[in-house]
């Protein structure tokens, strides 16, 4: 009994761990962005670390909080509740496709550079 409670113990604070690490990695890389040439759109950096805590994250609700904060970073010309709604219309179908895909069929993948290349044909 004492050593089960002490192994979900452990794997929350891995649980939590990742996540942190995500967040803070995703905001601090929300102030970078690529400027795609002859257009008016860029690429933001934040999504990357929301797309691999997408499937990095074990429970659902984690990840999904993850789209929400990710969702939220800078500092925006329109309120708060436009850019958090505006962001989640794309991060929650993303979030869903992810999740399932990965669940059943990349995580089955062994072998690291077939994954990587799944993982790049996926996104």
Known sequence: MKRRFAEKIHAWQ???????L???????ASYLTIN???????????????Y?????????????LL?????????HQF???TIFFGNMLYAFPIFVVLRSVH????????NPVWYGAAWFLLL
């Open 14 to 20: 891995g649980e939590l761990l990742k996540f942190t």
């Open 22 to 28: 995500l967040a803070i990695g995703g905001t601090a």
């Open 36 to 50: 795609i040439p002859h257009t008016d759109a860029f690429i933001e950096g934040r999504w990357i670390f929301g």
């Open 52 to 64: 691999m805590g997408f499937v990095l994250l074990s429970h659902w609700w984690m990840a999904l």
């Open 67 to 75: 789209a929400c904060i990710l969702s939220v970073t800078l500092i």
């Open 79 to 81: 309120s708060i509740a």
């Open 103 to 110: 669940t059943r069929f990349l995580d089955r993948l062994r």
